[in-house]
């Protein structure tokens, strides 16, 4: 028999109980707080996987398809890197600091990673590299290492987390365009979401 429009089951929306939005970055205080747990724990990759994401800002997919010569320069891992953005096809470089280097270098030498591996392996044989969801989880546990919920906190965190930092020390969004390979003004300001906060900040300091 045909179900009338009217008898069929409610549709159930694909976010029900889902968090949307933007995922917030990282305070510093949580950096820190995820950095000494993953040296103690002596995680090697994820350590090196956690500095990287916050030093290049890169989205998921360009933070895990990175090889060794694309951080290195000879036996040595470089101050800067430049890769090209799978999303715009455009160029975009990165700073790599002192301990994220450090991080790198011990992890190619613990897995004796050559110049043409992935920098970051996959635990499962199928996959030569971590995976966008491998990596998703990844940073669920590193939010809930330090007893934040993970439901709050996604890959972006680690792309949002640096920028939101240098926006809030220096208000430079050309600055924070450029780290994030944003070819408009606009798509920066959308994806750090700073008019909503400078207006309440704004709001904060107005006694009425």
Known sequence: ????????PAAIPWNKGKLVGQKPPLKLQEIWGIRVRLEIEG??????????????????CDL???????VCHGNSVSKRAMVMQQKTHQPVQFEITKQTRESIAKLIETEGLSTSDYLFHSRIRTSEHLSTRQYARIVGSWASSIGLDPADYGTHT???????????????????????????????????????????????????
Request: charged share 30%; no cysteine; hydrophobic share 40%.
């Open 1 to 8: 028999m045909k179900l009338l429009s009217h008898d069929r």
């Open 43 to 60: 995680q090697v990759r994820n350590l090196a996987l956690f500095n990287l994401a916050l030093d290049s800002k890169l989205r998921s």
């Open 158 to 208: 680690m792309r949002r987390t640096k920028p939101t930092l240098i926006y809030r020390r220096t208000k430079n969004l050309r600055a924070i365009q450029l780290l994030l390979g944003h070819t408009k003004l606009e798509s920066t300001v959308r994806y750090l979401g700073i008019e909503v906060d400078d207006a309440l900040e704004m709001a904060e300091k107005t006694d009425i």
């Open 64 to 70: 895990l398809n990175l090889h060794v010569r694309d």
